[in-house]
């Protein structure tokens, strides 16, 4: 399962001396680096330009810290996984679930860190303070898609490898064997805090999503439910204000 650590912060100050970290933290030989920011659809950014989002973020504004790691063995065993649509949809679920006043304003930028284990981290500014309760719940719910969202494209790139390799052992059969069907079950998710939290499946039909999708709903730790499609976040029948 993939990791995901999330910290914040409200000074400016600590947040740019972040932000430096993860930019000119030394290679694994010591060597100084200069690492490229990007942002949502893989749009890139300098230093300066982060500097100014944080400079001119409303008054309020929370710096979230976010590190996103598929696991090494199981997701990118190859390390060929694309770490920026990964960090990029991770990024867009913590946008959905802030709600739609506060996403206005919600912006990020990561950098990818490409060591023994490859990773990356965002900073991401969110308006207002989350309620510690809700904060537990975010950081369930984007270890569960970063999870998900890495071993589905782990099982897209293992069969087109395949694939590959059986066009160039019968190039002339004319026929492409059909592409394995990708569960989209959800997975256990990773060690938080030294302890083995897992999210359950729900099977109970009277925990599903008002938006008419037809899987089940996801019963996270918290006894909350969350969909996987639409990324509502519910308690039974109420929903919750993250």
């Known amino acids: 399962m993939a990791v995901v650590k999330v910290k914040y912060t409200s000074s400016n100050n600590r947040i740019k001396a972040h932000l430096r970290y993860i930019i000119h ?52 065993s190859r390390r060929d996984l694309d770490l920026w649509n990964l960090t990029d949809k991770t990024m867009n679920r913590l946008k959905k679930l802030i709600g739609e006043e506060r996403a206005k304003y919600f912006q990020f930028f990561a950098t990818e860190h490409t060591g ?10 969110v308006p207002g303070r989350l309620a510690k309760e809700d904060f537990r719940l975010l950081k369930d719910v984007l270890r569960e898609t970063a999870t998900q969202e890495a071993r589905v494209e782990r099982k897209v790139r293992d069969f087109a490898r395949e694939h590959r390799r059986h066009l160039h052992r019968v190039p002339d059969s004319g026929h492409a064997s059909a592409p394995p069907r990708v569960s989209h079950r959800l997975l256990s998710i990773g060690m938080a805090g030294g302890r083995a939290r897992r999210i359950r ?27 996987r499609s639409c990324g509502q976040v519910q308690e039974q029948s109420q929903g919750l204000s993250l």
């Open 25 to 76: 933290r030394p290679g694994r030989d010591g060597e100084k680096l200069s690492r490229q920011l990007f942002s949502e659809n893989y749009t890139t950014l300098d230093k300066k330009r982060a500097y100014e989002l944080i400079d001119n973020a409303p008054k309020g504004t929370i710096f979230f810290k976010i590190m996103v790691s598929p696991d090494p063995k199981k997701e990118d």
């Open 201 to 227: 499946t729900v099977r109970d039909p009277a925990h599903a999503c008002d938006c008419g999708a037809k899987q089940p709903m996801v019963r996270l730790k918290s006894g909350k439910y969350w969909c």
């Open 116 to 125: 023994v284990i490859r990773h990356t981290h965002a900073i991401a500014l």
